[in-house]
């Protein structure tokens, strides 16, 4: 495998380090950090307007730019959660021409801005489902957090989101009223995606393998019977081809969030079940779990991975091949990418 060089195709990264945000483009991987010591965890871009970006931390907030990451601002203090560990941007609803966002806490909230970020109304109805007594995230299981949110291409009230742990719970008017998890689907739901060319299929990467719905989640299909490994962490889709899925996963918890070999597999599905697509090497440093997966805007068949460590690999052909990006990390655990 050869070291990427730089490319001429114009896509700003970011890239979420844990410790900072790092942000780069892909024709110029010289990365520029920001909030460092704010202990990012999440990350994501307004569809509408790639130069506004939110951020979720630890224990620091939620912090915006709108100017691609030349500058920051904390989102407004209606946010009563300090840890912010989930954010979504909404690509079917908009007020005063301003991309509606959601946030997910810890312990588990989920909040709504509908100004940009300035000011966040809370959604306590979340927190009311019959399960919630019963939520619990093992590695502190005196708390539980929104660990991801789905929102639907063009229906601006349906949304989906993911509880660590305690299912996928969804609405179907804007987060007011919510239904209860579907045994059917995983409950230690890691990642959920939607897809705007199959706008009624949801995607789930869960700590108890794959699956996905086709209606909205009112039924799943689970879709890792035959794999040999069920922790499935982070997922991407091809934005020209919904069938075109990518999955990371690794044999156990342990092994995909140490610092060591981890155990894990890119699979790579095109509607017909899973293949290993992580060809780019054996090497200890190469080994390491593909913990951040981001397709790219308008560039069918590219595929950016970022692995436990730092390490940045790029596909352009659906993940037959593979380059390394000439780009030095601390660390990835979350990837994003917009038009430069």
Known sequence: MRERTPMDSPVRIFAVTG?????????????????EGYQV?????????????????????????????????????SIDERRVLSVAVS?????????????????????RSDDGGLSWQ??????????????????????????TIALHPTDPEWLAVGIELGGVMRSRDGGKT?????????????QLLTHPLAPERLYEAAGQGIARSDDRGDTWTRLDEKLDRHYAWAQAV??????????????????AHGAGDGQARLLRSR???WEAV???????????????????????????????????????????????????????????????
């Open 271 to 273: 509607g017909n079940g």
């Open 278 to 340: 992580d060809r780019w090497g054996d090497s200890a440093e190469l080994r390491r779990m593909p913990y951040a997966l981001v397709t790219l805007p308008d560039q069918p068949g590219r595929l950016l991975v970022g692995l436990r460590g730092g390490t940045l690999l790029v596909s352009d052909n659906a993940g037959e091949t593979w380059s390394r990006l000439a780009v030095r990390l601390p660390d990835v655990i979350e990837l994003a990418a917009a038009p430069a």
């Open 238 to 255: 091809d934005p020209a081809d919904p069938d075109l899925w990518y999955v990371a996963v690794s044999r156990s918890p342990s092994a």
């Open 178 to 190: 919510w239904i209860d998890h579907n045994p059917q689907a995983h409950s230690d739901a890691h």
């Open 122 to 147: 809370p959604l306590p109805a979340l927190r009311e489902l019959p399960s919630a007594s019963s939520w619990s995230f093992p590695p502190r299981p005196w708390t539980h957090h929104v660990r």
């Open 91 to 111: 690509r079917s609803d908009e007020r005063a021409g301003v991309s509606v966002v959601y946030a997910g806490s810890e312990p588990s909230s989920l909040y």
């Open 41 to 77: 965890r999440c990350i994501a871009i307004d569809p509408r307007d790639p130069e506004r970006v939110y951020v979720g931390t630890m224990d620091n907030g939620l912090w915006f730019t709108t100017d691609g990451g030349a500058s920051w601002r904390e989102g407004g203090p």
């Open 19 to 35: 410790d900072a945000v790092a942000r780069f483009r892909l024709d110029d991987p010289k990365p520029e950090f920001a909030l």
